[in-house]
């Protein structure tokens, strides 16, 4: 047996050598794979955490009612600069009639429901809100026309907002980012796949089905959802 070894020596040295070099190979590749695995968590927690959220508030001008409705962008997160901000809303109408059971269904951009954008120089906490000057009210107002006219009809009439804000920022690395969220009342946004978001902002700029909050009434509306 000792002889056997003594002549395959060479071939056991050279295997064991290799066996040596391919676990410091695999222990090299796995150290690459950790760092960079390392570095990725870092960078996620120096990047900017954005929460985006849809408030009814009270003005005054109209007494102790909701009149107002304003959306506050705020971050938790990390460093971000050239932030720039849209948003695109969309008002839902719903019919449905009792008489013949059949319902129908229309959405169209809404412009003017909010008044503008308030930015805040120098903050990042607090970086952006979107402003609404009795929207809140003009919307309700238009709500309960709408299904008062359609119930003597025996029609049961809704109309709702879908909001949709869009958001783009450099991160600490100079990295550019595009978000799309959703946002609703009272239970803040979601961020939304960017090729959905991408249609939503595309659909304001090339429809012709665009209609502003004050222009608004229950003939328009009816025809909208006629047609």
Excluded: C
């Amino acid at each position: 047996m000792r002889k056997w070894f003594d002549e395959n020596k060479i071939w056991f040295e050279t295997v064991t050598a290799v066996l040596l070099s391919i676990a410091s190979i695999i222990v090299s590749v796995n150290s690459v794979i950790e760092m960079k695995r390392q570095t990725r968590i870092i960078e996620l927690e120096m990047l900017p955490k954005f929460t985006i959220s849809a408030h009814l508030e009270k003005s005054g001008r109209n007494g102790d009612i909701y009149d107002d409705e304003n959306v506050y962008v705020t971050n938790n997160g990390g460093y971000f600069r050239e932030f720039k901000i849209e948003y695109v809303t969309v008002l839902n109408i719903n019919n449905f009639s009792f008489s013949t059971l059949k319902e129908k269904n229309k959405d169209i951009i809404l412009i003017n429901y909010y008044s503008g954008t308030a930015y805040n120089a120098g903050s990042i906490i607090a970086p952006v809100s979107i402003k609404g000057y009795e929207n809140n009210l003009k919307f309700n107002n238009l709500l309960n026309e709408y299904r008062q006219r359609l119930s003597e009809e025996d029609i049961y009439g809704k109309l709702w907002i879908n909001r949709y804000v869009k958001i783009t920022y450099q991160d600490f690395l100079e990295k550019k980012h595009t978000e799309y969220y959703k946002v609703e009342l009272i239970y803040g946004s979601s961020l939304i796949n960017k090729v959905i978001g991408e249609k939503v902002f595309k659909r304001k700029e090339n429809t012709i089905d665009i209609v502003s909050l004050d222009s608004l009434n229950f003939d328009l509306l009816y025809s909208i959802i006629s047609e």
